[in-house]
């Protein structure tokens, strides 16, 4: 019964401590300025500096490596959808992968057509190896200036156009031809 008490009082003097502290706590808040007040501080500075906003794409100058990096990136993105879609539209379809692959082989698609869909194939898949093999040379440690960027990015545009050109020459052996 004793305990009771005691525990009490220690709980009132604990939290009446915490609330002195809470006050004390408030009112040497009041003295700083506030977020509120320190943006709008910020933003009248700007804009009488005539600040943009932000950093835009109006502001920077275009080059051949920020091109490369969202192309990149792009065609990362379209190469896992793709990946990733045809599979899932061949498991739902009626039918199996032979009954297609037939039916598109059936079509006699001219070959202007054929080249322009080994091209949408080609190039996305040669240009994000030639990408790739370039960040592995960045992992290593190289090419980080300013000239070996540019230069870099050049390599990967030829490159990208040659493995293009040896992907669309390549023309496999059909069933009739292996025998």
């Not at 977020?35 to 932000?54: D, Q």
């Not at 030639?130 to 490159?159: E, Q, S, Y």
């Amino acid at each position: 019964m004793i305990r009771i008490p005691v525990c009490r009082q220690l709980v009132q003097h604990c939290l009446l401590r915490s609330n002195a502290s809470t006050v004390t706590a408030r009112s040497t808040m009041s003295t700083r300025i506030t977020a509120y007040e320190e943006m709008n501080n910020y933003w009248a500075k700007n804009k009488k500096l005539n600040r943009p906003l932000s950093p835009h794409l109006t502001v920077y100058k275009f080059h051949l490596t920020m091109a490369i990096s969202i192309a990149n990136r792009v065609t990362a993105s379209a190469q896992q959808a793709i990946l990733t879609g045809a599979p899932i539209l061949l498991v739902c379809l009626p039918g199996d992968f032979h009954h297609y692959f037939n039916a598109v082989r059936d079509m006699d698609i001219p070959s202007p057509v054929i080249y322009g869909l080994k091209f949408l194939v080609a190039f996305p898949f040669a240009f994000h190896l030639m990408a790739g093999l370039r960040h592995l040379v960045w992992d290593a440690g190289a090419g980080f200036g300013k000239n070996a960027t540019l230069k870099g990015g050049w390599v990967i545009v030829a490159g990208t156009v040659a493995l293009t050109a040896l992907m669309m020459l390549y023309k496999s052996a059909g069933p009739e031809e292996k025998r």
